[in-house]
């Protein structure tokens, strides 16, 4: 029953995924041979490990338990592997990573085929999520976010330049409603607000000499996609507050148009993160080393 690791393992898969076709996709197997592989596991150790409903799979308190003990021991078999594969020079295994949207877009997606390329034993899963994770208790091998975002305690590696704040709006727009001339106008304006993964709408920073100050603003609009901040400004409805990266094409084709860049703050840019450099994964350090770059000077907001 100890020796039967491929059971234990998908379960390990499904307690992971929640779901018993996302995890075997994971394994390369079907959900039916996922399920039967679980059941007879259950079936032996005569204990219930999974709930299982028509549309999710939880843990049951048994379940829980058991997860709990044989996380950190296959986390070790996998560590062992990846390190006999590491002495043949090839680092190997599954990395999860957690980052937002734009963290994915401007760090990862540029350079996600040539390191696959570069590393045919190493696998990546990839979950985009607004919420700052913590990446120890949920399993994740490492992070993308925004320097100012990071834990102290942290390890973090800059993987990006810093990052510029605009102002924009469309053409259009402006000619209806005037152009800005201070922060502080915004107040008479339609600003597209962001919604924030705990629920408020971000306020909007600036700069003026050496004092930083940020606004509450306020408009009909609000989402929680950076992709239609851009989309709705472009069609006129408002200003949208975004990194300058995302509409830097939009602005020289002059289907959004820039304003306030006196006041508009650069803050720290994307860093990759994990927990401690003790015993620090080939899969991982090659990664590191694939991404990390040299600081960009700048004015920064933190």
């Given at each position: 029953?100890?020796?039967?690791?491929?059971?234990?393992?998908?379960?390990?898969?499904?307690?992971?995924?929640?779901?018993?076709?996302?995890?075997a996709?994971?394994?390369?197997?079907t959900p039916?041979?996922?399920?039967?592989?679980?059941?007879?596991?259950?079936?032996?150790?005569?204990?219930?490990?999974?709930?299982r409903?028509?549309r999710?799979?939880?843990?049951?308190?048994?379940?829980?338990h058991?997860i709990?003990?044989?996380?950190?021991?296959?986390?070790?078999?996998?560590?062992a592997?990846?390190?006999?594969?590491?002495m043949?020079?090839?680092?190997?295994?599954?990395l999860?990573l957690?980052?937002?949207?734009?963290?994915?877009?401007?760090?990862?997606?540029?350079?996600?085929?040539?390191?696959?390329?570069?590393?045919?034993?190493i696998?990546?899963?990839?979950?985009?999520?607004?919420?700052?994770?913590?990446i120890?208790?949920?399993?994740?091998d490492a992070g993308?976010?925004?320097?100012?975002?990071?834990?102290?305690?942290?390890?973090a590696?800059?993987?990006s330049?810093?990052?510029?704040?605009?102002?924009?709006?469309?053409?259009?727009?402006?000619?209806?409603r005037?152009?800005?001339?201070?922060?502080?106008?915004?107040?008479?304006?339609?600003?597209i607000?962001?919604?924030?993964?705990?629920?408020?709408?971000?306020?909007?920073?600036?700069?003026?000499?050496d004092?930083?100050f940020d606004?509450?603003?306020?408009?009909?609009?609000?989402?929680?996609?950076?992709?239609?901040?851009?989309?709705a400004?472009?069609?006129?409805?408002?200003?949208?507050?975004?990194?300058?990266?995302?509409?830097?094409?939009l602005?020289?084709?002059?289907?959004?148009v820039?304003?306030?860049?006196?006041?508009?703050?650069?803050?720290?840019?994307?860093?990759?993160?994990?927990?401690?450099?003790?015993?620090?994964?080939?899969?991982?350090?090659?990664?590191?080393?694939?991404?990390?770059?040299g600081?960009r000077?700048?004015?920064k907001?933190?």
């Open positions: 029953m100890r020796d039967d690791l491929s059971g234990l393992r998908a379960l390990l898969c499904v307690a992971e995924k929640r779901s018993f076709r996302a995890a996709a994971e394994l390369g197997v039916s041979a996922v399920s039967q592989i679980v059941r007879a596991l259950e079936e032996r150790v005569g204990v219930r490990l999974l709930q409903t028509t999710n799979v939880g843990l049951t308190e048994a379940g829980e058991f709990g003990q044989l996380r950190p021991a296959f986390d070790g078999i996998d560590a592997f990846e390190s006999l594969m590491a043949n020079g090839r680092p190997s295994g599954l999860r957690t980052m937002l949207r734009t963290g994915y877009n401007d760090v990862i997606k540029p350079k996600l085929a040539a390191f696959l390329a570069a590393y045919p034993d696998r990546i899963d990839i979950c985009l999520q607004e919420a700052l994770s913590n120890v208790v949920e399993g994740f993308i976010r925004l320097g100012h975002s990071l834990d102290r305690e942290m390890i590696v800059r993987v330049p810093d990052q510029r704040l605009v102002v924009v709006g469309s053409g259009d727009y402006f000619a209806r005037g152009k800005p001339t201070h922060p502080r106008e915004l107040h008479g304006h339609e600003c607000g962001l919604r924030m993964s705990t629920g408020a709408v971000a306020r909007w920073k600036f700069v003026e000499g004092k930083e606004l509450v603003v306020d408009g009909r609009v609000v989402t929680n996609e950076g992709s239609v901040l851009v989309d400004a472009v069609e006129g409805v408002g200003l949208a507050y975004v990194f300058e990266d995302m509409v830097s094409g602005v020289s084709e002059k289907r959004l820039r304003v306030l860049d006196g006041y508009c703050p650069h803050i720290p840019g994307y860093f990759l993160y994990y927990p401690s450099r003790l015993n620090l994964a080939p899969k991982l350090k090659v990664l590191i080393d694939f991404l990390k770059i600081r000077r700048g004015k907001y933190a």
